[in-house]
């Protein structure tokens, strides 16, 4: 009988860990989206010649990295850089300084008039968004998400 509860316990366990090292891997995936979406935003304001990374721009850049494949170097670096900063240790004194953007009248999304690859693919996604099916149940929660805080802030994609 002893046997069998420990087969049992050691089942649990295994389990546990490979619930463990998905979740990890599920983060990670985010995080490296996240990071890499980030990136995107940061070209949209510095091609909008704006000192200041807006909400509008976040919003593009997420929709930009939900709808544009990364390629195989950007995935590999986006990866990396999740690693390192889910596995850093964390450090008390940093500290991020957000401004609040008032809740005001719907508005549609602002872009700017670049014609570099990353602006014109942006501004094409942001037309197609409405339209567009993820292609893994991850790309759905991604979707809805903008969706919902879209909503929420009163921002229209695209009419």
Known sequence: MNNLNEETINE???????????????????????????????????????????????????????????????????????????????SEDEEIETVDEPIREKRTIKYNSCNCDICMQCRICLLNFNDFLPKDPLGDIVKNSICETCEKYNLIIHQ
């Open 12 to 90: 649990e366990t295994i389990n546990e860990e490979t619930i463990n090292e998905e979740q990890e891997k599920i983060l990670l995936a985010v995080l490296a989206n996240n990071i890499s979406s980030m990136k995107i935003s940061k070209v949209l304001r510095e091609h909008s010649q704006n000192d200041i990374l807006t909400t509008d721009m976040i919003v593009s850049g997420l929709i930009y990295r939900l709808m544009t494949p990364m390629s195989d170097d950007e995935l590999k670096q986006s990866i990396d850089e999740a690693e390192s900063v889910l596995y850093a240790e964390s």
